[in-house]
């Protein structure tokens, strides 16, 4: 499995970004597909997943603002609307199964940065 996400940027604080992940290599096995972020000196946190292609979970401070979504390629989105100072981070792209631990593979990351 290969992940490769891209999007990432600088924006000023109220903009958007787009991060897409394009997926390769996925398999029936693995159901669920998310957008991870990590901080300096913070630990990696989830942002949003999404179970089977259509069932999306985010985390609270995200919500209302981004929106996960991925398409028949299984190319992942991540609309980051509304985005603040705190969303600065690299953002991860994750795909795993939810029945099969082992299979839990994670792409490189992209810097987004918000300015105040």
């Given at each position: 499995?290969?992940?490769?996400?891209?999007?990432?940027?600088?924006?000023?604080?109220?903009?958007?970004?787009?991060?897409?992940?394009?997926?390769?290599?996925?398999?029936?096995?693995?159901?669920?597909?998310?957008?991870?972020?990590?901080?300096?000196?913070?630990?990696?946190?989830?942002?949003?997943?999404?179970?089977?292609?259509?069932?999306?979970?985010?985390?609270?401070?995200?919500?209302?603002?981004?929106?996960?979504?991925?398409?028949?390629?299984?190319?992942?989105?991540?609309?980051?609307?509304?985005?603040?100072?705190?969303d600065t981070?690299?953002?991860?792209?994750?795909?795993?199964?939810?029945?099969?631990?082992?299979?839990?593979?994670w792409g490189?990351?992209?810097?987004?940065?918000?300015?105040?």
């Open positions: 499995v290969q992940l490769q996400a891209s999007g990432g940027g600088l924006v000023q604080a109220g903009g958007s970004l787009r991060l897409s992940c394009a997926a390769s290599g996925i398999t029936p096995f693995i159901n669920i597909m998310g957008w991870y972020r990590q901080s300096p000196g913070k630990e990696r946190e989830m942002v949003a997943d999404i179970t089977g292609g259509a069932r999306a979970n985010y985390a609270d401070s995200v919500k209302g603002r981004f929106t996960i979504s991925s398409d028949a390629s299984k190319t992942l989105y991540l609309q980051m609307n509304s985005l603040k100072p705190e981070a690299v953002y991860y792209c994750n795909a795993r199964s939810d029945v099969f631990r082992s299979l839990n593979y490189k990351g992209t810097l987004v940065t918000v300015s105040s």
